[in-house]
């Protein structure tokens, strides 16, 4: 199942959900709030999917960031997911994650992972921006 995370304050996350339920793909969304933080496993989740670890989930130019001034590489694994649960206005979102993909931030090109191939391949074949050679 998909699983999108997101802020109430942002729109790049309802922009996400919209976009899966234009395309009938079913998710569980999860609204990151003080009373209901990122939990630990989660982001350790996201940091096993994430290509480059913290560098894909943390939003180093985020003025509140800036302002803690940390050195990532020079931080432990569980002080910087310390970091992200009391500071989740730094990470990257929306996060939009199953058992096997991820996708941080809304890139329109990069969601359509989450699309069967079937259905890729008939959307690519229908637009015709796409042929098979004989």
């Not at 802020?7 to 209901?36: C, F, P, Q």
């Not at 969601?111 to 098979?132: A, P, V």
Request: with cysteine; hydrophobic share 35%.
């Amino acid at each position: 199942m998909i699983k999108v995370y997101y802020l109430s304050k942002t729109n790049s996350g309802r922009t996400a959900m919209r976009w899966l339920e234009n395309h009938n793909l079913e998710y569980v969304d999860r609204k990151i709030t003080k009373k209901n933080p990122i939990k630990v496993h989660e982001i350790k989740k996201i940091l096993a999917l994430a290509e480059n670890g913290f560098d894909d989930l943390i939003n180093a130019r985020t003025k509140k960031f800036q302002a803690l001034e940390i050195n990532e590489n020079e931080c432990s694994t569980e002080y910087l997911i310390g970091i992200l649960i009391q500071n989740p206005s730094v990470i990257k979102l929306p996060i939009i994650i199953d058992e096997k993909k991820i996708v941080i931030g809304f890139n329109e090109r990069e969601i359509r992972c989450f699309l069967s191939k079937e259905y890729r391949r008939t959307q690519l074949l229908d637009s015709g921006s796409y042929y098979l050679e004989e």
